[in-house]
Every structure is written in C-alpha cells, then in structure tokens.
C-alpha cells in the first residue's frame, strides 16, 4: 500500500501560482511513477502531468503545458506540482496518483494509488 497525502492548494487570483505537494508513505517512492489529475465540479477527472520513476520523464496536458512544471524529490517522498499564470478555469480538486506500471501515463487506470486531493480555486 501507499498513502499519498496532497497539500498546497488554496485560492489564489488569476495570473497567480501555487505549489501541491504530495508526500508518499508506505512503498519505495521511487518505484512509482507518479501523475496529477484533477476534476473539476461537473467534469470528469482530466491529466494534469506525469513523471517517471527517476524524473527524467514528464508529459503534460496541453492545457497545462509551458505553465505547470511537475517534478519529484525521491529523498523526501514527494512529488510537486508547480503552477503559474494560474487561469480560473484551472479551479478543480488536484489529486496525485502512484503507478508501478508502465504505458500510458495519461490514463487514469494506469494508476494503483489515489490521494484524496486539495482544493485550487482560482478567481478573476
């Protein structure tokens, strides 16, 4: 089992930034890859960022890209998700997942264990 706990979020005005945390317990942390996702209210669940094992790797959703930056600190057991220019139409429920698997890290059933996430609105 691993326990992922979320933090960070808050409400911020647009053009602002955050960062989420995640810190992961229970499991070697750098046996998993690691992703964001997030949902907001009356939407499916959508990717967010992904990060390999080793955090070379990143991907990110088009609607994210050249704003958040994902990264891990396998020492401390802890994935981050850094957003800037944030955009009210970023305001969802973020949550981090943990995968051993590999493939397609953009699926949401690649993914074994979910955080039960943190709040981000954004106002204009």
């Known amino acids: 089992q691993v326990q992922l706990v979320e933090s960070g979020g808050g409400l911020v005005q647009a053009g602002g930034s955050l960062r989420l945390s995640c810190a992961a317990s229970?499991?070697?942390?750098?046996?998993?890859?690691m992703g964001w996702f997030r949902q907001a209210p009356g939407k499916e669940r959508e990717f967010v960022a992904a990060i390999s094992r080793n955090g070379v790797s990143r991907s990110y959703a088009d609607s994210v890209k050249g704003r958040f930056t994902i990264s891990r600190d396998n020492a401390q057991n802890t994935v981050y998700l850094r957003m800037n220019s944030l955009k009210t139409e970023d305001t969802a429920v973020y949550c981090c997942?943990?995968?051993?698997?590999?493939?397609?890290?953009?699926?949401?059933?690649?993914?074994?264990?979910w955080g039960q996430g943190t709040q981000v609105t954004v106002s204009s």
């Open positions: 997942a943990a995968t051993m698997g590999g493939g397609d890290y953009e699926l949401a059933p690649r993914y074994d264990y």
């Open positions: 229970g499991r070697t942390f750098s046996n998993y890859a």
